[in-house]
């Protein structure tokens, strides 16, 4: 593969960002007059392409889950090592004594709720869907069909048999 120019590297990073070539060839420093014309040229450039085309291969690649990322996580439900996050209202109260208006000790109590963020474990019914899938990946669990029954047959045709 052709070296990269360091402009032509910076527009292939830029396109990369939102696929919108004018735009990235303004960013990487090619002239606005003519980045229009310019742009799907420089898309044309077999090693400009070939280098987009293992960028984009190398983002795919981190983004889509492998199959041992899923069982990991799907082990990791079934044991409930996953934490949840749920909002809970906190209320407390205090209590004093203060004079009312006509001087009287009086009991009053102040109540204050805040909300407060509060970890889980995942829940059971999360945990055994995990446990149902990866014992469905490991062929744990076998159904049985039953054929037992009477299946009738018709035997139809144009031609009778003779005595």
Known sequence: ME?????QKRFCDEYLIDLNATQAAIRAGYKE?????????????????????????EKEDQLIAK??????????VMRRELMEYVVVTVSEEHSYYA???DGKMRKRTDKTETPKVVPIPARLSDSNKGAELLGKRYRLFTD????????PVVITGE???ED
């Not at 990322?69 to 990791?76: D, P, Q």
């Open 67 to 76: 199959q041992n990322e899923v069982l990991k996580y799907l082990t990791a």
């Open 3 to 7: 070296k990269l120019s360091v402009k």
């Open 33 to 57: 007059k003519y980045a229009h014309t310019n742009a799907p040229k420089l898309l044309q450039n077999t090693t400009i392409k070939e280098y987009i085309d293992k960028r984009m291969a």
């Open 144 to 151: 049985s069909v039953d054929m037992n029954g009477a299946i």
């Open 99 to 101: 004079p009312d208006e």
């Open 159 to 161: 031609d009778e048999l």
